[in-house]
């Protein structure tokens, strides 16, 4: 099983891609978590209502078996992390964008705590600069 770590952006996009590519070139199937702590009014990077189904749509051509999760109120990389602790997870798979070192001090990254803990191989990711 493949974790994708999906938001709704050319970041998640290109993870999703990515952890498509891996799940067939592996044979196995996709767990994609676009997880949101809920705290502000709107989570831009939380898939709503076209959006989810663009992804399903994505996901059902694609030929692999998934499931797609989107809990609310929980710190995105701790669902991730708690997700690759699975037995069956090989990888977990995440856009990355860059951020400046004061971004990083002051903001803190979703992305640098996955590729920090996560105990399984990372495959982190950005979009074609097309």
């Given at each position: ?34 997880a ?27 030929g ?54 996560c ?10 600069e097309?």
């Amino acid at each position: 099983m493949i974790v994708v770590g999906y938001t709704a952006d050319p970041f998640g996009h290109a993870a999703l891609e990515h952890g498509i590519a891996e799940a067939k070139l592996r044979g196995t199937g996709l767990l994609v978590i676009n997880a949101t702590a809920g705290e502000s009014y709107v989570d831009a990077r939380f898939a709503g209502g076209g959006a989810v189904r663009d992804v399903e749509t994505r996901l059902a051509q694609c030929g692999v078996d998934f499931e797609l999760r989107q809990p609310v109120g929980v710190d995105p990389a701790e669902e991730l992390l708690a997700a690759t602790d699975r037995d069956d997870v090989t990888m977990l798979v995440v856009g990355v964008r860059h951020r400046s070192p004061v971004g990083k001090l002051l903001l803190g990254s979703v992305a640098q705590k996955l590729i920090l803990e996560c105990r399984k191989p990372v495959l982190a990711v950005k979009p074609d600069e097309a």
